[in-house]
């Protein structure tokens, strides 16, 4: 039988200590706790239970306190914990049965679920058991780990996964100073010299700024991270860098960023539940509602899998997914056989544009947009999707939009221009069953109710000048009148 050592560090825990103490005080078989100068009652609880106390000077370092405790443990296995978590009442017989067994792994990831206010907020999968070894120490002054270092001696197969549950109220602002917990994170790492810097780093200096709202941050940060990976390593917090990436994209508005990202990243995995939900909201934010509920049947779909492999932010007890579903059904327009691009030529912004991309997204094949004033900033329609095209030469304006629309017909976009789920359907009707070379609408003015007739799609070909082509097509009569209302808003 294998004996555990469970290891602590602790500061000014009297809220939580007890709690913690009496979730292990069954199983293991010694505590340790390093005190790194508790001013309340923390270390008078602490010596009403059987634990080995030793008082640390804090070095605004947590790998050297953490490995001091590990230099007072004495048995076969290591478990690491915080005091504002404990092990779940029913996991506690599964980690004892464990250690029973003959042969175990160099380490394990156990489930961490967060608890705020009490209601679990998400699963995380976190590297807590590990058997005692000398040369199995912590590296990084804060969110320090040790899986790479286990790694880097026995390989990284060397380590399994557990269904057993840690149970975290670290972030629950009804036990712990939230802002001063930041604060102190983020100066610690800012002290880094640059050759500590390495994947985990960025990674973890990622998440402090996530957790402020810095999101541009965490995104130059999070991107280090992935670019700075090795092969050689598992990176075991991967699932939540990509995770926490995307949510970061989607937080700056970076939608169609984050879509490719996701589209890049779930070739390699294909069961990261949590990435198809990001990807089914992103696509709700660009106006592309059958990919969108094509994404949601996908994270519906997705098999739940007992190894805690990947993130798991319960989505569905923050959404109502049968809703959301239902919504988007009723929204969702079948236009595999629409070959339709969207085309808007400006000189200025204003954020109706975002509007009126949006409203034709979910049947186009690509939107571009052409502008020859070179001070403009488009990114929020890069952001849902379009086409940015700067052209010095008003001249050439159309014709190079022209050549990267990729739809068979063309629909010429002015801003304000709202086209309705009806408009869409109706739109994509008239495509499949014409081959006639251009279309009028209905152009309504919602300010005063009036209308009048413009031609708004057009067959693909060469065309130099896009006036001059309608007024021929008028007067050749082959302009078609589609009887489509097209709703134009002030601007």
Same mark, same amino acid.
């Given at each position: 039988m294998n004996k555990l050592s469970v290891c602590m560090i602790v500061r000014n825990e009297e809220k939580n200590i007890e709690r913690c103490l009496i979730s292990i005080k069954d199983i293991a078989d010694e505590i340790i706790i390093v005190d790194t100068g508790s001013t309340d009652k923390t270390t008078e609880i602490c010596k009403k239970f059987n634990v080995k106390l030793i008082n640390h000077k804090w070095n605004d370092d947590f790998s050297e306190a953490r490995n001091i405790s590990l230099d007072y443990a004495t048995k076969d296995y290591i478990l690491f914990l915080d005091a504002d978590e404990e092990i779940s009442k029913e996991d506690r017989t599964k980690l004892k049965a464990l250690l029973n067994k003959g042969s175990l792994e160099e380490g394990y990831f156990l489930k961490l679920s967060n608890v705020i206010k009490g209601n679990e907020v998400g699963d995380y999968t976190v590297f807590r058991l590990f058997k005692n070894n000398p040369k199995y120490r912590f590296k990084g002054k804060i969110h320090e780990q040790v899986a790479t270092t286990i790694q880097e001696l026995n390989g990284k197969k060397c380590i399994g996964t557990l269904n057993i549950k840690i149970i975290h109220?670290?972030?629950?602002?009804?036990?712990?100073?939230?802002?001063?917990? =930041? +604060?102190?994170n983020i100066? *610690?790492?800012?002290?880094?010299?640059?050759?500590?810097?390495?994947?985990?780093?960025?990674?973890?200096?990622?998440?402090?700024?996530?957790?402020? +709202?810095?999101?541009?941050?965490s995104i130059i940060s999070y991107e280090k991270a992935i670019k700075s990976m090795n092969k050689?390593?598992?990176y075991f917090f991967y699932p939540y860098l990509v995770l926490n990436l995307a949510k970061s =994209?989607?937080?700056?508005?970076?939608?169609? +960023?984050? *879509?490719?990202?996701?589209?890049?990243?779930?070739?390699?995995?294909?069961?990261?539940?949590?990435l198809y939900f990001m990807e089914c909201l992103a696509n709700i934010e660009c106006g592309k509602i059958t990919k969108a509920l094509n994404s949601l049947d996908d994270y519906?779909?997705?098999?739940?899998?007992?190894?805690?492999?990947?993130?798991?932010?319960?989505?569905?007890? *923050? =959404?109502?997914?049968?809703? %959301?579903?239902?919504?988007? /059904? /009723?929204?969702?327009?079948?236009?595999?056989d629409c070959s339709l691009s969207g085309l808007m030529i400006i000189e200025e912004y204003d954020n109706s544009l975002i509007d009126t991309i949006k409203s034709f997204n979910e049947i186009l094949v690509n939107f571009v947009?052409?502008?020859?004033?070179?001070? %403009?900033?488009?990114?929020?329609? /890069?952001?849902?999707?379009?086409?940015?095209?700067f052209s010095k030469n008003k001249n050439k304006n159309f014709t190079l939009a022209l050549k990267e629309c990729r739809g068979k017909y063309i629909y010429i976009a002015n801003k304000g221009e709202l086209c309705s789920i009806l408009s869409q359907r109706q739109i994509v009707e008239l495509l499949e069953k014409s081959d006639k070379e251009s279309f009028s609408f209905n152009v309504i003015s919602v300010e005063n109710k009036t209308y009048q007739k413009e031609v708004k799609i057009i067959k693909k070909k060469n065309i130099q000048f896009l006036e001059m082509y309608i007024q021929? %097509? *008028?007067?050749?009569?082959?302009?078609v009148d589609s009887n489509i209302y097209i709703h134009k808003i002030k601007v």
């Open positions: 109220y670290g972030y629950d602002p009804n036990t712990t100073n939230i802002e001063s917990k =930041y +604060k102190r100066n *610690i790492l800012n002290n880094y010299k640059e050759e500590e810097k390495d994947t985990y780093y960025y990674y973890v200096l990622g998440n402090e700024y996530s957790r402020i +709202k810095d999101f541009k941050n050689k390593y598992n =994209y989607f937080n700056t508005n970076q939608f169609f +960023k984050e *879509i490719k990202f996701i589209e890049h990243i779930k070739k390699t995995t294909p069961d990261f539940k949590d519906i779909k997705c098999p739940k899998s007992d190894v805690f492999e990947y993130p798991d932010n319960k989505f569905e007890n *923050i =959404y109502y997914i049968d809703s %959301l579903k239902s919504k988007l /059904k /009723k929204s969702c327009i079948n236009n595999e947009v052409v502008t020859s004033n070179m001070d %403009l900033n488009l990114d929020p329609l /890069k952001n849902i999707g379009a086409q940015i095209i021929e %097509l *008028i007067k050749k009569g082959s302009v």
